[in-house]
């Protein structure tokens, strides 16, 4: 079975500083990873995904994600961030076959003026 | 291309009635998934569709939800004799078996329970 830990429930950081939320998941058989991001009352946007190659994975609005096996450890950074992203952040892992998310239990990031 | 829909967006029910949800998914996305999200909570899995065929089912779905996908397009969430423990976001994803699975989501049917 697979399992998903995200560290920190809530995140404060100040406008145009740098960011990283922490996901780390179990598995004994290969996994794909994904960030999600979700904003009040709506569904899941798809931030970026990790299936394979390069561990270092780009996705929208300045986010990128690095796939680290040894530490089975998918961290979520973004360089400079701005008010419009705060949200709350999920990070996801499937297997082949039923291809279904577990997901972690969600980081608050919270950008400050 | 218009997403994933769901349908009705908002449902306040009274304890034991049945309430009803439906999920538009991408047109020619094969699989169809249901989550519930609770507060301050993670979705999790509830069951998934390839096509027509439901071929997982969570132990989290009683024997009160029933879900279908009669002609491999869209699905139906039902909740019977509904209790307050089922307030919840319920999700709906779709997505082609040919994306290695990446999911979109739906807006989601918030369900209160009174």
């Known amino acids: 079975a697979q399992s998903v830990t995200q560290l920190d429930s809530q995140v404060p950081v100040f406008e145009e500083a740098p960011v990283e939320l922490r996901c780390n998941y179990s598995s004994s058989v290969s996994v794909y990873l994904f960030w999600y991001v979700q904003y009040p009352n709506q569904g899941l946007q798809l931030l970026l995904k990790y299936l394979s190659g390069s561990t270092l994975v780009k996705g929208i609005n300045g986010f990128e994600a690095e796939f680290n096996k040894s530490q089975t450890s998918f961290h979520l950074r973004k360089p400079s961030v701005h008010i419009s992203d705060t949200a709350e952040y999920f990070c996801a892992v499937s297997t082949s076959g039923t291809y279904k998310y577990i997901f972690g239990t969600g980081t608050r990031l919270k950008v400050l003026a | 291309d218009t997403g994933v829909s769901q349908d009705p967006r908002h449902k306040i029910t009274k304890r034991g009635q049945n309430v009803t949800f439906r999920c538009d998914p991408i047109?020619?996305?094969?699989?169809l998934y249901w989550y519930r999200q609770t507060l301050g909570q993670g979705p999790e899995f509830l069951t998934y569709f390839q096509n027509e065929a439901q071929l997982e089912k969570s132990r989290l779905l009683s024997d009160r939800f029933s879900a279908e996908r009669p002609k491999g397009s869209f699905s139906t969430l039902e909740i019977q004799r509904t209790e307050q423990g089922d307030s919840a976001m319920y999700l709906c994803?779709?997505?082609?078996?040919?994306?290695?699975?990446?999911?979109?989501f739906g807006p989601g049917t918030r369900l209160l329970v009174l």
């Open positions: 994803a779709s997505s082609l078996v040919s994306d290695i699975g990446t999911q979109y």
């Open positions: 047109s020619e996305h094969n699989r």
